[in-house]
């Protein structure tokens, strides 16, 4: 197995260290998705120009107010707002010199009318960001569920379907705050800092370069604390993906834990992952939450030096009150968008956590892949050949060895053995959800590796014997195959297959909704409405693995009467391990230990071979040697 857990087994990819960078991710996102969107991308860009100008704006007024009209030393860079406010003044007073209260009046006026603005700024960006995210997760989504559909059969036997429904919501819903808060969030708070750090130089440079100095302490601080928030939330959000897993095992496997009484011991397990995974995410929130606050105390230490030395100046006459109050404004809001980045930091980081393991999974490349020119075949005869065919899932533990078989067009063979002879593995291949190792399998003359998936699908249609039922009416799920088929043509193979007088029982008959995992069918009858959707889809193979075995034996052999009718000219291949079935079937090959042991007729396997007596001979059929 060992070889296949590094590439499949995805709980073990994500213990092990960061494949991408932090740039590699964030670069993929916004080329690969971001880009996607380039209109909403735009209306974002300019609403943080335009959200920059109020977060501006505000000190700035403070300082031409303070100045000019209440200490009375105004400044030559503030003349042109003085003018403004000004004239805002003269046509509420519509005098030509306004008074002192109604500069003042007109001063607060502007004030609220930037706020007004920046409200408004502000509300529209939300909503624009995080229309921006949710187009970008569906888009994610859409491409990671396509992408799971096409990955190989043997990616899901490692992969554990709990982690897998956990990228889908928990990793995309992470993804998605990074792209608000993190990758627009943290444009707009990098051109913000830039920002103002430009109006603190033009007020005090040598101020300014006061507050930078704090800057170091920040960064040193920020990238010990990175450390451990980066770890605290992988491991947080590994938790939460086994407790997902945890759930669906007790959701699903409700019944099995019942009859094995094991409640007790499943809940207790659960408890201790629930417990688990609670601690882990408390600490990382507390190791988030000690570095905000770390940085709001680095924040206090830098207006204190800025009042200190501010108001010397100020004392000094260098330097007016309202350019002190502007600066420490300024210095204030420069220092909002580094606590932002650092308290987002965490979320960010579990967010480009996320994002890779949907990556890693994306990049997976499916083991079956469709041949670049794939041959389209309209038409299938539905003749199978199976030529020196050798398959092993695991490296050096053959399972199919040397298998040779010819099944002509219209033929009906049974392909009949003891467990674990290797039948499904046959059916695997035929599907292609694998490739034979060694060998070709063809059908029609073309070998499935040549043949495109959507023709290969059309003409072979396999039942599986865990009958899987999709969340939809009966109509939905019989139709799933061939959805243009009419009505008439569905009940027409409901009746043969014997499930037309179950369906019509149903409370609102063809247009019932089935439950989750269609429990309100039986097991057999939702074999029956698998088997009428593999008949239904019209396919000029029909595989049947094991698909009526938990039907009565009267009904099945009615289903094998019909099938006989209905088959005529599609070539079947039932796998079972009932005589009864088999009996009547053209052909038997009978598989032992991934080799063809002996086929031909019941009559003629009965004379000739001591296994096929056995295995009869074991379910109580009368041999007549
Ligand atoms: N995904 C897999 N990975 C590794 N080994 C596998 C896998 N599936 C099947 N095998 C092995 O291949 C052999 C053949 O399995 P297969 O499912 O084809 O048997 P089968 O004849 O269909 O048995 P049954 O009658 O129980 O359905 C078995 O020894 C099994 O252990
Ligand atoms: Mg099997």
Redesign the pocket.
């Known amino acids: 197995m060992a070889e296949y857990v590094d590439r499949y087994d995805i709980g073990s990819q994500e213990s092990s260290a960061r494949r991408l960078s932090d740039f590699e991710i964030v670069k993929r996102i916004v080329m690969d998705y971001v880009m996607r969107h380039k209109g909403l991308f735009s209306i974002n860009l300019v609403l943080i120009f335009f959200k920059m100008l109020t977060v501006l704006a505000r000190p700035y007024l403070y300082k031409t107010v303070l100045d000019f009209y209440i200490a009375r030393t105004p400044t030559d860079d503030a003349v042109w707002l003085a003018g403004i406010i000004r004239s805002l003044a003269v046509s509420l007073a519509k005098s030509s010199e306004p008074q002192l209260r109604g500069l003042l009046l007109s001063s607060a006026l502007l004030y609220v009318a930037i706020a007004a603005v920046e409200w408004a700024v502000t509300t529209a960006q939300l909503y624009y960001i995080e229309k921006l995210g949710l187009f970008v997760i569906a888009d994610i989504r859409a491409d990671f569920f396509s992408h799971i559909n096409n990955l190989s059969q043997?990616f899901f036997?490692y992969g554990n379907t709990g982690r897998l429904v956990s990228r889908v919501t928990n990793d995309a819903e992470a993804l998605k705050k990074i792209l608000s808060t993190g990758v627009i969030g943290l444009v707009g708070d990098l051109i913000m800092t830039f920002s103002i750090v430009l109006m603190m130089a033009f007020i005090d440079s040598q101020l300014t370069l006061v507050a930078l100095l704090i800057a170091p302490l920040l960064a040193v601080t920020s990238r010990v604390f990175q450390g451990w928030i980066k770890e605290a939330w992988r491991t947080a959000r590994r938790n939460v993906a086994s407790l997902t897993g945890k759930v669906q095992d007790l959701m699903y496997g409700a019944k099995l834990t019942k009859s094995l009484v094991q409640e007790e011991r499943s809940l207790i397990e659960f408890d201790e992952t629930n417990e688990l995974n609670m601690q882990t995410q408390i600490r990382a929130e507390t190791v988030s939450v000690a570095y905000s606050s770390v940085a709001t105390v680095l924040g206090s230490i830098m207006t204190a030096a800025i009042w200190y030395l501010g108001g010397m100046k100020v004392l000094g006459a260098t330097r007016t009150i309202g350019q002190l109050v502007a600066f420490s404004n300024y210095s204030e809001s420069f220092f909002t968008p580094i606590q932002n980045l650092a308290m987002l930091y965490g979320e960010i980081q579990s967010g480009l956590a996320g994002a890779e393991r949907i990556f890693v999974i994306l990049d997976e490349e499916p083991e079956v892949q469709e041949s670049e020119n794939p041959i389209h075949v309209d038409e299938m005869r539905g003749e199978i050949e199976f030529k020196e065919v050798n398959f092993s899932?695991?490296l050096d533990?053959p399972?199919l060895k040397d298998i040779n078989l010819r099944i002509k067009p219209g033929e009906k063979i049974a392909i009949f053995?003891?467990?674990?002879?290797?039948?499904?593995?046959?059916i695997n291949l035929l599907g292609r959800f694998y490739d034979p190792v060694e060998g070709q399998v063809i059908v029609d003359d073309h070998d499935l590796r040549d043949l495109s998936f959507s023709s290969l699908r059309r003409a072979v249609s396999i039942v599986l014997?865990e009958p899987y039922l999709f969340n939809g009416t009966v109509e939905y799920n019989l139709k799933f195959g061939n959805p243009d088929v009419p009505d008439e043509e569905m009940t027409r193979v409901a009746k043969y297959v014997g499930i037309h007088d179950a369906i019509t029982e149903l409370e609102d008959g063809y247009l019932t909704l089935l439950h989750e995992r269609g429990t309100n069918l039986s097991y057999g009858q939702r074999q029956l409405v698998c088997l009428a959707r593999a008949i239904i889809a019209d396919p000029r193979i029909l595989v049947f693995?094991?698909a009526t075995s938990s039907v009565d034996p009267y009904t099945e052999a009615m289903i094998q009467d019909t099938l006989r009718k209905e088959m005529m000219n599609r070539t079947v291949i039932l796998?079972t391990?009932r005589v009864s079935t088999v009996r009547d079937m053209d052909r038997i090959i009978l598989?032992e230990n991934?080799v063809i042991a002996d086929e031909g007729t019941h009559d003629q396997l009965i004379k000739r071979s001591s296994l096929y007596r056995e295995l009869c001979e074991m379910q109580l059929v009368e041999v007549n040697t």
């Open positions: 043997r036997e899932y695991l533990q399972v053995g003891p467990t674990g002879s290797g039948k499904s593995t046959i014997q693995d094991e796998v391990h598989l991934g």
